[in-house]
């Protein structure tokens, strides 16, 4: 059966969607729309989690003013150049845990993040995914109370660079039917 040619377009729309997000390594001072930055942040909260917990909380930063502390965070200069700066922290508590102990808040917000990566390219901002970060002086400066966890930032702006080439591998590198 032949793919709908309207699905068709919505689903290249999608890859192309996918093909030009990318991490962005300078941002513009020009400030983010509330409106857009309240449809990043309702993707995120629409992302599917296991057994519907949402187990993640966001913190939004506004980045004017607060550079100092943030350069204690992350030393690179595109960290806090974008006006806006959002911190996925987990609670791992509120998570569901597989019967092996597996607990998937970590998969959770990183489900909650790619949604609002992919979110904000399509509104023409930028983002770029950022886990090397001091998680001391993070908790510190945001207040983040010991029962969650930060595990990403990102970035939140208008882009000042260009994507640069991205390497991938091949579909048949990463993928196996039906045996390893």
């Not at 699905?7 to 290249?12: A, H, I, P, Q, S």
Request: glycine share 4%; net charge negative.
């Amino acid at each position: 059966m032949a793919i709908a040619e309207t699905t068709m377009k919505t689903f290249e729309g999608f890859l192309d969607l996918a093909r030009n997000r990318y991490s962005a390594q300078s941002f513009k001072k020009d400030p983010v729309e509330d409106e857009k930055l309240g449809a990043v942040l309702d993707a995120a909260r629409l992302a599917p989690t296991a057994a519907n917990r949402q187990p993640f909380r966001l913190i939004v930063i506004h980045t004017a003013g607060k550079e100092d502390e943030l350069r204690r965070i992350y030393s690179k200069s595109f960290f806090r150049e974008a006006p806006v700066l959002i911190c996925a922290c987990t609670v791992p508590s509120e998570a569901w845990t597989r019967s092996d102990g597996k607990n998937y808040s970590d998969v959770d917000v990183a489900i909650a993040i790619d949604h609002l990566t992919l979110a904000a390219a399509s509104l023409g901002l930028g983002t770029h995914w950022v886990a090397a970060f001091d998680i001391g002086a993070a908790r510190e400066a945001l207040g983040i109370p010991d029962n969650a966890e930060p595990v990403a930032f990102t970035p939140l702006g208008y882009p000042a660079d260009r994507p640069q080439e991205k390497r991938r591998k091949e579909v048949s590198e990463l993928v196996r039917y039906e045996h390893w």
